[in-house]
């Protein structure tokens, strides 16, 4: 998925803030997913389908989740 994120340049900020904002919910992911393999912890579980819808909601359009569904 991190290679379907393309990289925004600074001077487009609506574009750039979207661009951070998906490679930081994607690093949290991967985090959680790490966790939830090395403890029976259901906390991180948790964690990851709260990022996993976060992450939907900022890659895709509102019409794009409305077809997805």
Same mark, same amino acid.
């Given at each position: 998925?991190?290679?379907?994120?393309?990289?925004?340049?600074?001077?487009?900020?609506?574009?750039?803030?979207?661009? @951070?904002?998906?490679?930081?919910?994607?690093?949290?992911?991967?985090?959680?997913?790490?966790?939830?393999?090395?403890? @029976?912890?259901?906390?991180?579980?948790?964690?990851?389908?709260?990022?996993?819808?976060? +992450?939907?909601?900022?890659? +895709?359009?509102?019409?794009?989740?409305?077809?997805?569904?």
């Amino acid at each position: 998925m991190n290679q379907r994120i393309t990289p925004a340049e600074k001077g487009d900020a609506a574009a750039y803030e979207r661009y @951070v904002t998906q490679i930081t919910l994607l690093h949290r992911m991967l985090i959680a997913s790490m966790q939830c393999k090395q403890t @029976v912890d259901e906390s991180h579980v948790k964690e990851l389908r709260t990022l996993l819808s976060a +992450f939907e909601k900022a890659y +895709f359009t509102e019409e794009e989740r409305r077809h997805s569904h």
